[in-house]
């Protein structure tokens, strides 16, 4: 027999069992082959693997459909759980083998084109990945819905998110308040990705215990990273001693994944840049990837892919 688990973490219980477990009683009576333990925020069902993929993905749907309209009913359970043939649902709502999070208010995060997903895959094969694309591809916010995603199935223990502040010489003494408040802004598009796929309160708690640690690069420095979900933004701006260092950090049971935009380099001209370096000799090494991320990947403003264009245009001439 198999065993599969469903963590709750973005979704209150109750709502998904109903009062005195009203919902979860007609959920298992669709499902009378496999057995279903749901304790807290953590759903065990085990059986035959075929009988656990079609409970995962439409459990999943039970998820989606709670998250978008608030609510979860018997009217609404039936509906999912008798529809036999349910590819157009799962299609328009993204099953649980295509979405990452589940975040707050109903939004849902999952690779959207044919490189983040591709993105994904590598992560889950390989232990350090790096990314590398130009704005707007995605490649930072499906790292850290990788990492939360990891976070919640209790595959790591802590996320750390990093990047370079290379504008963080003589220029951070002009910013107001203590050391955290002047590297803030430099990391403010993490805390932004995180803020799409926690709650406000879990996420705070969160940041407040160490399990999630957003920090500058060079705080890295010493560190053995253990049993984490590690990402490194921005790492064309990481120096070549900057990127070794980092990279050497893997601890026991680490994930890591380097994102960057070699187009945007804002190192001194006498600086190398990590992230070309590295290119250049951790290529070949098996359990290392590299997935470049493209003009077709951009899911900000449709603009933004012109504007790429344009620009890659005018490198080209």
Partial sequence: MNERIIYLASVNPVDIYGINDKNLDLIKSYFPQIKIIARGDIVKAIGNEKDLNEFE????LLLVNLEQFGKLGGLEIEQILKESDFSAHTNENGNGKDILVHGPNGHIVKALTKNQVRLVESSNTNDLVFAVGPAGTGKTYTAVALAVRALKMREVKRIILTRPAVEA???LGFLPG???DKLDPYLQPLYDALRDMLPTQKLLKYLDDGT?????LAFMRGRTLDHAFVILDEAQNATEPQLKMFVTRMGRSAKFIVTGDITQID???KQGSGLLQAERILKNIPGIDFIYLDSKDVVRHGLVTKIIKAYQRKTDD
């Fill in 57 to 60: 993905d439409k459990f999943n």
């Fill in 267 to 269: 190192l001194p001209r």
């Fill in 178 to 180: 203590d050391l955290r």
């Fill in 212 to 216: 999630i640690e957003v920090a500058p």
């Fill in 169 to 171: 010489g003589e220029n």
